[in-house]
Structures are given as C-alpha cells and as structure tokens.
C-alpha cells in the first residue's frame, strides 16, 4: 500500500493544477509538480521521520480534495449501491474516504525515495475520462512498479476514481470484501464494519 501515496500525492497536485492550466498535457503537468512534490517531501524531516499528524493534514489538505469519494465508493459496492438509502450511500462515501485516509498516512511515513516517471498519454480532444500512466522505481529492485490513475472531468475539475497499481485495481479490490459484508449484514453491517475499522486505525494512528 505504501507505493501508492508517492504517486497519488503528485497525481493530486497535478490534477488541481491541470483544471486550471487546461492547455498544459496531463503527463507533463503531472511530471512538473511530481518533482517539486518529491523535493518538499525528501527535504521535510518531520515527514520523513514519521510525523503522522503532519502527514494526515497533508493528505487532507493536498490528495483528498482531488478525488471523487462518491464515484470512488459506488464502484466499490457495486449492484447493492442502488438499495442504500441517501443517507447511507453518503456514510458509505464518509467512511471509505476515512479508511483511505490512515491508509495512506501510514503508507507516507514509509516513503523511501522511489523516482516516478510518467508515460506518454492517449488523450483525445473533448476527452472527459483518462488514464494516467506511470512507474514507480524502487532502488535495489529490478522491476519497476506500474500505477494508473483513472480520472474524469467534473465541473470541479479533474478527479481520481480508481488507481491500479501493478494491474491491480483499488475499486475492484475492495469491492470483493464490501460484497462480502453486504451478504453477511447488508449494507448497515458494512457501515458498521468500516466504522468500528475506521476508529481503530485512528487509536493506532494517535498512539505512534
């Protein structure tokens, strides 16, 4: 998981930047922010020393408000999303985002100076869904690590919904252990599931 964070850290800053620089590609925004994102990072101590409350603010502040939750959550759950009621399908949202959240942080506090490098995109004019492409190197290992980000524009911008890492998608991966609650306890007992998870990871996060 923590080979995520790098990427989608500068993904998230790119995709902000792009919806107001509309006339510069994707993969080249992506590739200017990534590198000015890896020098604060690699240059802040407190980060790099595991301070997770200065990187949960980070992801709060910089990743979060660039991904659609909403989109994000109903792909997860997949048929069962149309039975949930508004209210759930909101805390569904609330508490997926929170999961991904300490997710993340922990992920960040691992970060070891992986380069990434963006490839070419595919992109046509009036596009209003793309997949951005890149690698993740890792000194020492031979085999570069594939992430792609799945993005659509919305009349906020250009937003995450899906991030594949080595062929692996987060929406599908997740939606094989939320089906699986839903046919145990519905989609009640996956609220609660997330939920009662969710202030786990929160007691974990506060006691490092």
Same mark, same amino acid.
């Given at each position: 998981?923590?080979? !995520?964070?790098? @990427?989608?850290?500068?993904?998230?800053?790119?995709?902000?930047?792009?919806?107001?620089?509309?006339?510069?590609? =994707?993969?080249?925004?992506?590739?200017?922010?990534?590198?000015?994102?890896l020098a604060i990072v690699r240059a802040d101590k407190d980060i790099r020393a595991g301070n997770r409350q200065k990187v949960l603010d980070l992801v709060e502040a910089k990743i979060? =408000?660039?991904?659609?939750?909403?989109?994000?959550?109903?792909?997860?759950?997949?048929? =069962?999303?149309r039975q949930a009621s508004p209210a759930q399908q909101?805390?569904?949202?609330d508490e997926f985002r929170s999961l991904l959240v300490y997710t993340y942080t922990n992920a960040f506090t691992q970060y070891r100076d992986e380069a990434i490098e963006y490839r070419p995109l595919k992109m046509q004019p009036g596009d209003s869904e793309v997949v951005i492409r890149?690698?993740?190197?890792?000194? @020492?290992?031979?085999? =570069?690590?594939?992430?792609?980000?799945?993005?659509?524009?919305?009349?906020?911008? !250009?937003?995450?919904?899906?991030?594949?890492?080595?062929?692996?998608?987060?929406?599908?991966n997740y939606r094989?252990?939320? @089906?699986?609650?839903?046919?145990?306890?519905?989609?009640? @007992?996956?609220?609660?599931?997330?939920s009662a998870k969710n202030k786990t990871l929160a007691l974990q996060s506060a006691a490092k």
């Open positions: 998981m923590r080979k !995520w964070i790098i @990427g989608l850290l500068s993904m998230a800053l790119s995709i902000a930047a792009l919806a107001q620089t509309a006339d510069v590609a =994707p993969d080249v925004l992506a590739k200017k922010v990534t590198d000015e994102v979060l =408000p660039n991904f659609d939750f909403v989109r994000m959550t109903r792909l997860a759950v997949g048929a =069962p999303w909101q805390s569904l949202a890149s690698v993740i190197k890792q000194a @020492g290992k031979p085999e =570069p690590i594939e992430v792609n980000y799945s993005m659509e524009k919305t009349d906020k911008g !250009w937003k995450v919904y899906d991030v594949a890492i080595g062929g692996i998608s987060l929406v599908q094989s252990s939320f @089906g699986s609650e839903i046919q145990r306890s519905g989609i009640q @007992g996956l609220i609660t599931t997330l």
